[in-house]
């Protein structure tokens, strides 16, 4: 019924995107969401999962694949190796500045030797490699160590730390080892602030009227303060980042939903997002991983998108998976999968309404009405105004009346549902199909009444029809027609069989009134008079 409308997803995810909302920790991405590239990445997780206490240098190693429980003791090993020589009293009686900046030296000029923009925390251990993001990790733990209090500090395209953010505030610039310890005074903060003003960078009320302190605050210190876990999402982020552009999406989208798990702020849920819709454009929707990304896809963006891409994309899956390829069971699967992962009720009505109409149609196309009801009745019950559902359920009523053509009880079952239909939808009242079916169906229990010489629900339905024709006013089509001719026949050959030619009379002419042109009830008219 639906032609295939796929489009290129990423394209109508740009279009559609308007601004994502800021997000608290979710259950979009679970554990159980996660593939592991080594048994190492994998225990280091479950332990975030499900310990108070995860190990932090187990997970910030755990992004290299290459890394072994072996590595991880010998690096542990050598951390402990690194910051002995800062555990005496001589070092803990100095001040603040001056043991970050000893610490800091030693350090960096014992294990950062090389500034490499995609070095993994391991690097610095195996070859001194590092970036940003590593050695804010490297010096996180250090201080950690050492019981030296600090913060961590995102940028949106950088990391650092500051040490003693409550007291000294000292900035650890982790990747330049000459200019590494930056202590904000006053002037360092004012030539700041002058500069912004004399390159009108901020207005002059806000220039004579906010304190020195407050705009560089708000100036400089436009930062994010994060805790380990984003820096550990950091470097899956970075990782993912590389691996999309070099146009390894799988694997990229394996990390982002890392990095999502770990911290799904609102930058890795857009990456996410974006990677995705890479992913799904990229993915045929016969494809058993394609419901699941295509779930994941709308609980992250459903609030932002605008619908239609939504349900663009489920007819598209549709389209492929039960009407081109005929898989019906990876179809049910794909929308249970919807169904439980999916919490916009918008979506999941739009995804119902396609689903039970493609389903049963496709029942209805195979002559079993009994199957393809249900589906359709559903259907009409979420847009009971769209014409395509109207035609079939008219179609389903029509099958099912005729296999019920010598079976009273269903038949009435049946006269009593769509009369409680369209009792209930307004939408039917001016269905002509609808009322035609509903003149058949009574015709049909007229039909079965007489043929039973059951004469009292005969004559109840039969007049039934004739109040309900006269009331609606709408033509007979020509089967209805035909079998106005036909039932009306049998009801007057009742009667001339018991002799009561009068009675048979009056039935043929008021069967005329319903098909005044039928040569045959013509014929009988004259034959009883």
Not at 121 to 133: D, P, R, T
Not at 296 to 309: E, R, V
Not at 323 to 348: A, R
Not at 472 to 493: M, N, Q, W
Request: aromatic share 14%.
């Amino acid at each position: 019924m639906y032609k295939n409308c796929k489009k290129t997803i990423v394209l109508g995810l740009m279009l559609a995107f308007v601004a994502l909302n800021p997000i608290q920790a979710d259950s979009i991405v679970s554990f159980a969401d996660l593939q592991f590239h080594s048994d190492f990445e994998k225990e280091a997780f479950y332990k975030l999962e499900n310990t108070s206490n995860p190990d932090y240098f187990a997970l910030y190693l755990a992004v290299d694949k290459n890394v072994t429980k072996s590595d991880y003791q010998t690096y542990k090993a050598a951390l402990d190796v690194l910051t002995a020589p800062y555990k005496n009293n001589s070092y803990k009686k100095l001040k603040d500045k001056k043991k970050v900046a000893k610490v800091y030296k030693g350090i960096h000029s014992a294990l950062l030797d090389k500034y490499n923009e995609k070095a993994y925390f391991a690097a610095m251990f195996s070859n001194g490699e590092y970036e940003c993001v590593t050695s804010s990790m490297l010096y996180s733990l250090v201080f950690e160590e050492l019981g030296i209090p600090y913060e961590i500090e995102f940028l949106p395209n950088h990391v650092y730390l500051t040490a003693y953010p409550n007291s000294s505030d000292i900035l650890v610039e982790t990747t330049n080892p000459n200019k590494g310890v930056f202590v904000y005074d006053h002037n360092f903060k004012k030539n700041f602030i002058e500069y912004l003003r004399s390159n009108k960078l901020i207005s002059k009320n806000e220039y004579e009227n906010k304190s020195i302190d407050d705009l560089f605050t708000e100036y400089y210190l436009k930062t994010e303060k994060a805790e380990k876990k984003q820096l550990v999402a950091a470097q899956y982020t970075n990782l993912g980042l590389d691996q999309l552009s070099s146009k390894q999406t799988k694997e990229s989208l394996n990390n982002m939903l890392k990095a999502y798990y770990l911290y799904p702020d609102t930058r890795n849920k857009y990456l996410l997002m974006i990677t995705l819709g890479v992913q799904i454009d990229k993915t045929s929707a016969s494809d058993k991983k394609y419901a699941s990304y295509f779930a994941m896809f709308c609980q992250l963006t459903s609030t932002d998108i605008n619908k239609d891409l939504f349900t663009n994309i489920f007819i598209m899956m549709t389209n492929r998976q039960l009407i081109i390829e005929g898989d019906v069971e990876m179809y049910v699967t794909s929308y249970k999968l919807l169904q439980q992962k999916i919490n916009d009720s918008t979506l999941l009505s739009e995804f119902a309404f396609v689903y039970n109409l493609q389903m049963g149609d496709r029942y209805n196309s195979q002559r079993d009405p009994f199957k393809a009801q249900p589906y359709i009745q559903k259907a009409f019950e979420i847009k009971p105004g769209n014409t395509n559902v109207q035609m079939l359920l008219v179609s389903v009523f029509v099958q099912q009346s005729n296999a019920y053509k010598n079976d009273g009880e269903n038949l009435k079952s049946m006269y009593q549902k769509i009369n409680g239909l369209m009792g209930k939808n307004d939408v039917l009242s001016d269905n002509k199909q609808i009322i035609n079916l509903m003149y058949k169906i009574s015709l049909s229990l007229v039909s079965y009444y007489y043929y039973e010489n059951n004469e009292t629900e005969g004559r109840i339905y039969k007049e039934k029809f004739e109040a309900y024709c006269d009331s609606v006013g709408v033509e007979l089509d020509y089967e209805t027609k035909y079998d106005v001719e036909k039932v009306y026949s049998t009801i007057a050959a009742y009667y001339f069989k018991r002799n009561n030619n009068r009675e048979a009379r009056k039935v043929i002419e008021k069967a005329l009134v319903y098909y005044p042109g039928s040569y045959s009830l013509n014929r009988k008219l004259k034959v009883l008079d």
